[in-house]
């Protein structure tokens, strides 16, 4: 079977500015493939000031960009926690930076400590999503008791979320690049 890939924006906030990046949907029923950030060849993320230079570039290199609103990850907001770790955690904000994270390094063959399963991280995990409480009263994937919930987190889940969450956001930072498509019309 072919694979399908849907392209999408993904918005972020970071340093207090709000860029854009393309996120690809795997859509493979046979083959539980994760889903994953667009890299360019020389093996970083481009990333862009506006919708409007991230549709520019994707048109540049032939993708189509589905027309869904992004919802934003706050990176901000995940690198205040950081700061000071023991106050209350976001549950959304963190998960869904813990995801990006994920999705930026499986096309770049890196190791993602919150992609490493083992009993602790997995729990850290669960207790995010469940945090979430999107799927609350879903027997599937809402929390086991079927109401809200609220994580109490232990000393060594939160360092373990820390470690996590400062790893990522390095990688982040590492491999993207912002691109004025407008510089490559003219180059």
């Given at each position: ?17 709000d860029k ?6 795997k859509e ?131 360092r373990k ?27």
């Amino acid at each position: 079977m072919e694979k399908i890939k849907k392209y999408y924006a993904c918005w972020f906030r970071l340093n207090q500015a709000d860029k854009y990046l393309i996120w690809i949907d795997k859509e493979n029923p046979e083959i539980d493939e994760p889903e994953e950030v667009f890299v360019n060849e020389q093996g970083r993320i481009p990333v862009f000031t506006s919708e409007t230079e991230l549709a520019r570039y994707a048109e540049l290199i032939g993708v189509e960009i589905e027309n869904q609103e992004p919802g934003l990850i706050n990176f901000d907001a995940v690198e205040e926690w950081l700061q000071e770790p023991n106050s209350y955690i976001d549950c959304p904000e963190c998960l869904n930076a813990w995801n990006l994270f994920i999705d930026v390094a499986y096309p770049l063959k890196l190791t993602f400590n919150g992609d490493k399963l083992n009993r602790l991280r997995n729990r850290i995990y669960d207790k995010l999503f469940w945090g979430n409480n999107d799927f609350v009263g879903c027997p599937n994937l809402g929390h086991p008791s079927g109401d809200y919930y609220f994580p109490e987190w232990s000393p060594a889940e939160v360092r373990k979320l820390v470690k996590i969450l400062k790893q990522g956001l390095k990688l982040f930072r590492r491999y993207t690049v912002e691109v004025q498509v407008s510089a490559i019309f003219t180059d």
